[in-house]
């Protein structure tokens, strides 16, 4: 195991990249945050069938992977908002690949995809 996270040692460069962005949400949360800083409630909505939980558990392993930046502020109400590190922004040009292929696999498949 890493001393870093519970993930097991990998043992190529595709087992350490999926045990970091994948998961049902995890690149979907990295792709919400490419255009800036949001807050919970935000990633909440735009996040499409994500519980509560599961988004915690997701942004938690995300920023322990150091690929977000949870701020804290103390005021009332709390505020906590969730930024792309520089690495987790050097991932984006590769999800973006990945959704460039997805829609056109869904235009091949005849899937209606979101604007």
Known sequence: MDKKSNHPTP??????????????YKGRILWRLRNGTM?????????TGVTSKMLTQALRELEDDCLIIRQVYVEVPPRVEYTLTDTGKELLPFLQLLR????????????????
């Not at 919970?40 to 996040?47: A, I, K, N, P, S």
Request: net charge positive; with cysteine.
């Open 11 to 24: 043992k190529c460069g595709i087992d350490y990249a999926f045990q970091r962005i994948g998961g049902k």
């Open 39 to 47: 807050r919970y409630g935000e990633l909440r909505r735009t996040v």
């Open 100 to 115: 460039d292929w997805a829609k056109h696999q869904m235009q091949v498949n005849d899937i209606v995809a979101m604007p």
